[in-house]
């Protein structure tokens, strides 16, 4: 699957983002090595903190059906704000655990695009090798 077509899938789930409170859509699309894709949304709730990002979502549905990070071929985040959604912090922390570090992830708004990997959002990143001696 191109990137193109990826991106495309990606805004396709966002389609089914819920957020009543920030009205702020995202939407994540998974290519698998095997050609597979896993779709995301963002998923609110009134105790915000409980709120699942589009990227997030879109990750766990991948990992929950046994796939893994070396599965795992692009990433694209897209959303309906006036600048590209870089992944927040949160995000960042997960993805970099559960993508390679050079997985290239494609960000879009519709107007314009931008290919970032893990490696470039978040550097000396704290990971499973810190905690595991
Ligand atoms: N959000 C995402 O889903 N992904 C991002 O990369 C940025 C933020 C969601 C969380 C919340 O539902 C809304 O966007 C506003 O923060």
């Not at 095997?34 to 990002?53: L, P, Q, R």
Request: hydrophobic content about 40%; aromatic content about 8%; proline content about 3%.
């Amino acid at each position: 699957m191109e990137k193109q077509e990826l991106i495309k899938e990606a805004f396709k789930a966002m389609e089914n983002a819920y957020a009543p409170y920030s009205n702020y859509h995202v939407g994540a699309c998974i290519l698998l090595k095997d050609g597979k894709i896993f779709h995301g949304a963002n998923i609110e709730n009134a105790s915000f903190g409980g709120t699942n990002c589009a990227e997030r979502s879109a990750v766990f549905a991948a990992y929950s059906e046994g796939y893994r990070k070396n599965d795992i071929e692009a990433l694209a985040i897209v959303s309906d704000g006036d600048r590209i959604a870089a992944p927040c912090g949160i995000c960042r922390q997960v993805l970099s655990e559960l993508l390679t570090k050079d997985t290239p992830i494609y960000l879009s708004n519709g107007k314009e695009e931008q290919d970032v990997t893990m490696a470039e959002l978040l550097p000396m990143s704290f990971d499973m090798e810190d905690v595991i001696r």
